[in-house]
């Protein structure tokens, strides 16, 4: 490709990369996906091992370079994107919340949610690195009481990131949040570029 920013998206329509379509198609980035079927397993091919040894979607590529794991791929794509404004900067006063909710996203509410989903318990809470499923969410809606996006009136790529996954944990009847939060997954699910990502994954 030309586009010196282009991006391949190794995707699957059910799966996590979803977010990260959105993303894309917030950033006006140039891309193309590959699709993976994860029904005949070909996460699990060693042509996509080598992409990501973990057999976990997503993953992005970029000229010579691959990343995997959602904070790195947000915080990655809308830097590479700067002219999109999804990406607070170095001394921008809100780049610290800006990586602190991308962090907490996959080091809290994903073990938390999956504790969920599985009916377990959380490990004590003394060696727990998230607390608890409820602690998790407790603080996510605290935050979004407080304005419209994480960063208060300011969307970022770490909006993009959580509207779309509070948004499934909703339809996948794992949580019920308060007013505020509801209204805040139905502001990210109204932005021209999630309907532009879910008229891509009708045709994928």
Known sequence: MSDQRH???F???RSR???VLVLLEELGASYDLQIVNLEKGE???PAYLAINPMGKIPAIRHGDSVVTEQGAIYQYLAELYPEAGLSPAPGDADRG???RWLAFYGSAFE??????AMKRDAPPRSISPYADCATVLQVIDAQLAKGDYLLGQRCSAADVL???ALGWMVDFGLIDPPA???AYIARMADRPAFARAEATNAKA
């Open 111 to 116: 073990p938390a949610i999956i504790d969920r």
């Open 11 to 13: 995707h699957n329509p």
């Open 180 to 182: 505020s939060t509801r």
């Open 43 to 45: 996460q699990l091919a």
């Open 7 to 9: 991006i391949t998206l």
């Open 162 to 164: 959580w509207g779309g």
């Open 97 to 99: 919340a800006y990586l």
């Open 17 to 19: 990369s979803r977010g």
